[in-house]
């Protein structure tokens, strides 16, 4: 018995000491990202790790450079991911649902459907999708970039479908035998259970236009005004300005961050009581 719990302690503690090492692998890039947007010196690649000399130079200049509108990109991000990702969130989840819960004809070849065609990328469509939106007269607008990220967020449901699948269905029935309606349900049972899901989806919803690229460069073109931070950022990595904005570029990568970190940390509490409520109801 002795043995038996020194092998597991010996397990354990190995255990420890390789997530340590992959937690120091994780944030080694982040912190010498951090670092380096609080750089004085200047030059794209040093070949030391800690900074020499630390100013807040590298911030000032991302704001007030004119040939490069960091405020104004991140503010035009700051609005596409918000709208966008509220309004993904509630069309993923309502689709969810109603795949999860609803019976209808149509129901088992819609779902094939939707799994063929989310094997193949998004980007494969772009240029269709450009020459709509160039013939509907959207192009270079925020509101195109919404539209695409909205209409892009209908086929992401299966993950949040195998969630509302878990949620026992005879929680809806007792439910309907007490007189309450889907509407009802789906508020007051099926939603307070989900909060883990909702969390996911509105996470991904969200930082997905932080991220992008390829379809906000292809609409945007050279609008530069209405540029998000991802093709923004990359403009300023030039030829001629890679060594000198270089730490204005880390230091546009540290302001990104921000948005996400204190919607993670806002909405991690419910992702943690949806799960414990969900684990006591179920």
Known sequence: MKSLKGVQKRNNIILYIVLLALAFVWVIPIIWIILTSFR?????????????TYTLNNYVQLFTNTDYPFGRWFLNTLFVA???????????????YSLSRLKFKMKGPFLKVA???NMFPGFMAMF???????????TQSLFA????????????????????????????????????TKWQIFTKITLPLSKPIIVFTALGAFIGPWMDFIFAYVIMGDDVKNYTVAIGLWN?????????????????????????????IFLQRFYVSGVTSGSVKG
Do not use: C, H, R, W
Request: hydrophobic share 55%; aromatic share 14%.
């Open 40 to 52: 004085a010196e200047g030059g794209a690649f040093v070949n030391y790790f800690f900074p020499k």
């Open 82 to 96: 918000t709208v966008s990702g509220i309004i993904s969130t509630l069309l993923v989840l309502s689709m969810a």
């Open 115 to 117: 799994l063929v065609l």
């Open 128 to 138: 269709a999708i450009y020459y709509i939106l160039k013939a509907a007269d959207l």
């Open 145 to 180: 970039l919404i539209l695409v990220y909205v209409s892009g967020a209908g086929l992401g449901f299966y993950i949040q479908k195998g969630f509302f699948d878990t949620i026992p269905y005879s929680l809806d029935e007792s439910a309907m035998l007490d007189g309450a």
């Open 236 to 264: 300023m990595m030039t030829k001629e300005t890679a060594n000198s904005l270089f730490m204005s570029f880390a230091a546009g990568s540290v302001v990104i961050a921000i948005p996400i970190t204190i919607l993670f």
